[in-house]
């Protein structure tokens, strides 16, 4: 679990490191507790229902503005789902990892060694074992506070909201002369992260 969150640090960083030069930014490793929601048509063709677990992960924050950055943000969770063994009664128990890549933006309400803020999210959503994976796009919100007693050194504290859309189609509704409605038929997968974490500045 560890490696992936340090390449999510690095990979973050070297698509930063650009800007990085000139702005001031934040990394903030931490670590939490996420909350399910129903899954999981993508594997089983059976929703499941998954329990809370651990979660771990990282945001980068590089400021483009005063109180305004552009928020990177990796977050891991492996949970166990105990999937229907096909053709039969029983199920059997599968670890399942569900792993968040987004980016977006972060907006601190105001300056001072407390600082609340919130934030949105957008990027994609990997869903994986060892017999399948899957991606689909992600949503993400939320907001929190920052505890900066320095400059470089302090805790972020995040409650956040993510939105997977894991299944879709489209149908046609009312057409004339005008054109047709076109309806969205699509399934989300909401989950609740809570994390704490220490945030270093440079």
């Known amino acids: 679990m560890a490696y992936r969150v340090a390449l999510a640090v690095v990979a973050v960083l070297a698509i930063a490191s650009p800007r990085a030069a000139a702005q001031t930014?934040?990394?903030?490793?931490?670590?939490?507790?996420?909350?399910?929601?129903?899954?999981?048509?993508?594997?089983?063709?059976?929703?499941?229902?998954?329990?809370?677990?651990?979660?771990?992960g990282t945001t980068v924050d590089i400021f483009i503005d005063r109180g305004l950055s552009v928020t990177f943000l990796y977050t891991h969770q492996e949970a166990n789902?105990?999937?229907?063994?096909?053709?039969?009664?029983?199920?059997?128990?599968?670890?399942?990892?569900?792993?968040?890549?987004?980016?977006?933006?972060?907006?601190?309400?105001?300056?001072?060694?407390?600082r609340p803020f919130y934030t949105g999210l957008l990027g994609l959503t990997y869903f994986g074992n060892s017999e399948d994976?899957?991606?689909?796009?992600?949503?993400?919100?939320?907001?929190?506070?920052?505890?900066?007693p320095t400059r470089h050194v302090g805790a972020r504290f995040d409650g956040r909201v993510y939105?997977?859309?894991?299944?879709?189609?489209?149908?046609?509704?009312?057409?004339g002369g005008y054109g047709c409605?076109?309806?969205?038929?699509?399934?989300?997968?909401?989950?609740?992260?809570?994390?704490?974490?220490?945030?270093?500045?440079f």
């Open 81 to 114: 789902v105990d999937v229907p063994v096909l053709g039969t009664t029983t199920t059997r128990r599968v670890n399942l990892a569900i792993d968040h890549w987004q980016i977006g933006g972060t907006r601190e309400v105001r300056k001072g060694s407390v």
């Open 133 to 148: 994976s899957e991606l689909r796009f992600s949503l993400g919100g939320g907001g929190g506070v920052k505890l900066m």
């Open 181 to 201: 409605i076109v309806a969205f038929d699509m399934s989300v997968v909401w989950q609740l992260e809570f994390t704490a974490g220490v945030v270093v500045g």
């Open 25 to 56: 930014f934040e990394i903030a490793p931490f670590g939490g507790y996420r909350f399910g929601g129903d899954l999981y048509e993508i594997t089983t063709g059976t929703p499941l229902d998954i329990d809370g677990a651990p979660s771990v």
């Open 163 to 175: 939105a997977v859309f894991v299944d879709g189609g489209t149908s046609t509704g009312i057409c």
